[in-house]
């Protein structure tokens, strides 16, 4: 089945050390975003790209880029977790152009991120 | 700027009781709706979705229709089951800065469906 795939799904890891989430998608398409959803919240988008096309949020910190090598692939880095950026990250995909109508995002499991 | 406001939860009902979560929305132009549900532990998964003014969305038992007049598109189900149990988030799509869509979501309401 097409899908978007995230790993892990659990990562555990320091204050202040650089930690990358992947996300994967088999659907082939142009769009992937990055949300941040703590608890009891709605999701927050950080940041998406459209092909090659980055487009940050104007409120995402510079703590968070994100890389996509490739359609298939999408990565988020946060280069210094702090305590406050503990929270599920989903990965979501859609596929439409940049004036087209609206289409629904197909969304991963998500990486739920805990900083010590 | 477009937002959501959904009603708060928890919500808790009996299994077979009428579901309704209300959504209501502000947008500048002219929004696509979606209901999206997560389920514990899980990443958002679309419900349904209503693209233009009267349109009806529905899926698995559940229905919304996009109300302009009211700026409204409220959830409903005729019988709730306990594998409803989850949190349900209204949302629209709409072009953002640069041409691109959008989406904003309602903070999410908890449904809990007891035996």
């Known amino acids: 089945d097409a899908m978007v795939i995230q790993n892990p799904r659990y990562q555990v890891t320091q204050f202040g050390k650089p930690v990358t989430l992947s996300c994967s998608q088999t659907?082939?398409?142009?769009?992937m975003y990055w949300y941040q959803q703590k608890s009891s919240q709605a999701p927050k988008l950080l940041f998406h790209?459209?092909?090659?096309?980055?487009?940050n949020e104007a409120d995402t910190p510079d703590n968070f880029q994100s890389r996509r090598p490739n359609t298939s692939f999408c990565f988020l880095d946060i280069r210094s977790p702090g305590l406050g950026d503990a929270a599920m990250y989903l990965c979501?995909?859609?596929?439409?152009?940049?004036?087209?109508?609206?289409?629904?995002?197909?969304f991963g499991p998500g990486t739920r991120l805990t900083v010590l | 700027g477009n937002s959501v406001t959904q009603m708060e939860g928890p919500v808790t009902l009996s299994e077979e009781a009428f579901l309704t979560i209300n959504c209501t929305y502000t947008?500048?132009?002219?929004?696509?709706l979606f209901w999206y549900v997560q389920y514990p532990g899980e990443g958002l998964q679309l419900l349904l979705k209503?693209?233009?003014?009267?349109d009806k969305g529905s899926n698995k038992g559940f229905e919304a229709t996009y109300r302009k007049e009211t700026t409204s598109f409220h959830l409903e189900k005729g019988s709730v089951q306990v594998s409803d149990s989850a949190v349900y988030f209204c949302?629209?799509?709409?072009?953002?800065?640069?041409?691109?869509?959008?989406?904003?979501f309602g903070t999410g309401t908890k449904l809990q469906v007891i035996p």
């Open positions: 659907l082939n398409h142009n769009v």
């Open positions: 949302a629209l799509s709409d072009q953002g800065s640069g041409g691109y869509q959008k989406v904003t």
């Open positions: 947008a500048t132009g002219y929004p696509s």
């Open positions: 790209y459209y092909d090659k096309d980055f487009n």
């Open positions: 979501a995909t859609s596929s439409l152009g940049p004036t087209s109508g609206a289409d629904e995002q197909f």
């Open positions: 209503a693209t233009k003014a009267d």
